[in-house]
C-alpha cells in the first residue's frame, strides 16, 4: 500500500539546502519515491500554519520503503548536509486501501 512523506522544512540556508534537495531528488528515485508536491504555502484555508516553511509531499509503494530510505547509509550521508541549515519536521501518512 502507498504511503506518502510529509516534510515541513524551515530553511535558514537556501543555498546549501538546494545542495540537499538535488541529492534527494536522486536518492528518492532509488527507493521508488515520487515528489507530488514541493514548495511554499500557497493559501492557509484553516489553522495556524507558518508560510515561511517549506512543504514537501512525496509518495512511496510502502511505509517500509520510507524508513528504507530514511535509514540508509546514502540518506546518513545526505542528511548531514543538512544539519543547522533547517529546521525540519517528517511524517508518514499510510495511503487509503483500494
Known sequence: MAAYMLVSAKIHNPTKFSEYSKKMLH???IYDGEY???GSISD?????????????IAKY????QIHDMWNSEEYKKI??????I???DVIIIEGLKS
Open 27 to 29: 536518492l528518492i528515485k
Open 36 to 38: 507530488l508536491a514541493k
Open 44 to 56: 492557509i484555508l484553516e489553522g495556524n500554519f507558518d508560510k515561511s516553511r517549506k512543504i514537501l
Open 61 to 64: 509503494p510502502s511505509i517500509q
Open 79 to 84: 542528511k548531514k548536509i543538512r544539519i543547522d
Open 86 to 88: 533547517a529546521d525540519v
